[in-house]
């Protein structure tokens, strides 16, 4: 905690916080979620001793959500073998063994799904077991119109850069601007992807999923994005193009929820790599099963499993029973062609998975340069590092109480000026802690419908509606 900047950070006993709703609705509902999933799979193990394991953790869960749920004391995680154990550890000493209702939200949060993993991980026969999975293909199948849209478009622009059609009888100035409105609509693309977050709406139907992607949606929300530096991010971008056209351009992307919005990742990196806009993509996903949605190393491969052979996957009925249209020849080819290319630059080094245990660890991105320094180097090598979604936005800014119009440059400490690293933050607000705000923004913002008013609440900033993309050049 001593690299942690003074400003305080939410607390779960805030009432007037989303971490007080975080703590005492959604997590006993996530936690079910994974009861009934292992519940599930158990049901189906014919092996007597799995299905012993299973049970007893189903038990543990069970005893978790009534701790919750009771306001007990967090207690030590167990020792699974890995070296954030004792980390963990010792920062719920530093903080008083403290109660679910009474503690800062980022720790208890994280501590939540650490302590999750040590059920699976201490067992014989569970290891690796994603308790979320299940849900994350669900959702993904849910994605369908959206899928098939952008699938569409990217073969089109695919094939238009390949081709040069695009530059066309357009002046340099006009190629220019128009790759400028590309870019910024690949980035939406992929902002408002972040909408089907599973950790915060745990009872989305096929039709809500619809409603919240797809080109329609996203023009809709346009007018939501309160702070926007995406220009800033495409102007380093193409700037490195001119200037070290032969040399390595490198582009990162902290991943955040799997499914759709890795599809929607997976989109942009290509569209970086063929605009060459970047000649290499480092993927950043967790270690482990991570705030129920987040990408995990193996949902790559499922997803890649889905894009091979799309049509069993997208048409198999559900666990409703419904039924669904088959794809069309055309649809089946436009999916299987991001297969193809995105396999191809898999291969050809310019498209990396690159997993980090820090991206677990309980703390914020402030304690980056001291925790995790090799990590820290690394990202150091890059063009731009994109951080994508709300919780990586509250590590970035440690989920302090910051006044919101903080300079984002400052909430984000020993990553802003001078650090070495260039970030752009894709964020859709479903948290409290928001900076960069123009002065009165957050003001007007609470006057809205559903937005807090005078009750003290920041209401506005929970529900997904509004979004920032934050840009700091720690290069400069």
Known sequence: MEFDPKIPQYLTSDEKSFASVSAHKRWPVIITGAIDDVHRTVSNVTDEEKRKEGKAIIEKLATLKYELEHNRQLTPLPDDGEPDIESYNKELEQRGNPTWHNVPWLYSECYLYRRIETFFSLSKHWKGYDVFNRQKMSTFKSSRPAVLELARKYKELAEQAATGKGANGKSAEQVEEQEKLLFSEMCEICLWGNATDLSLLTSLTYEDIQKLQGA??????????????????????????????????????????????????????????????????????????????????????????????????????????????????????????????????????????????????????????????????????????????????????????????????????????????????????????????????????????????????????????WAVVSFSDGKA
Not at 391 to 399: A, E, M, S, V
């Open 216 to 465: 329609e949606a996203r023009k809709a929300a346009e007018n939501n994005i309160i702070v926007n530096d995406m220009s800033a991010a495409f102007d380093v971008l193409r700037e490195a193009r001119k200037t070290r056209k032969n040399s390595e351009r490198r582009v990162d992307i902290a991943l955040d929820n799997a499914g759709f919005e890795l599809f929607v990742d997976l989109i942009l990196a290509g569209y970086l790599l063929t605009a060459d806009l970047a000649t290499t993509i480092i993927l950043h996903p967790k270690s482990i099963p991570w705030f129920v949605s987040d990408v995990i190393p193996k949902d790559f491969s499922d997803l890649l499993n889905v894009l091979v052979n799309p049509q069993p996957f997208y048409t198999a009925p559900d666990d409703t029973g419904r039924t669904y249209e088959p794809l069309s020849d055309r649809e089946e080819a436009e999916i299987k062609f991001l297969f193809d290319q995105w396999s191809k630059f898999h291969q050809e080094g310019k498209l990396i998975v690159r997993p980090h245990r820090f991206w677990t660890t309980q703390g914020s991105y402030w304690r980056l340069p001291h925790v995790a320094p090799d990590l820290f180097e690394d990202l150091k090598q890059s063009e731009l590092v994109l951080f994508k979604g709300d919780l990586n936005y509250r590590k970035l800014t440690n989920d302090a109480a910051w006044d919101p119009t903080t300079p984002f440059t400052t909430a984000i400490g020993p990553l802003g000026p001078k650090s070495g690293v260039r970030i752009l933050a894709f964020r859709t607000c479903k948290a409290d802690t928001v900076v960069g705000l123009p002065p009165g923004e957050d003001e007007k913002l609470r006057q809205t419908p559903d937005g807090g008013g005078d009750s003290g609440a920041r209401k506005w900033a929970w529900s997904g509606k």
